[in-house]
């Protein structure tokens, strides 16, 4: 029985482990989306107006 239990200890370990992991690529990609509005898109903006003009 006590085998049991530690091969559930260690199974609920790595199943959080993944969902922690998860919820940090996440939050990850959330930055790296908004980075992307907020810097990126002004600047390929600008870009365009500066290439529409010639």
Request: glycine share 10%; no cysteine.
């Amino acid at each position: 029985m006590g085998a049991v239990f530690e091969e559930l200890r260690e199974t609920s370990g790595l199943i959080i482990g993944l969902i922690i992991a998860l919820v940090i690529t996440g939050f990850i990609g959330l930055a790296f989306t908004k980075a992307h509005k907020v810097i990126v898109s002004p600047v390929v903006r600008r870009i365009k107006k500066m290439v529409s003009r010639k």
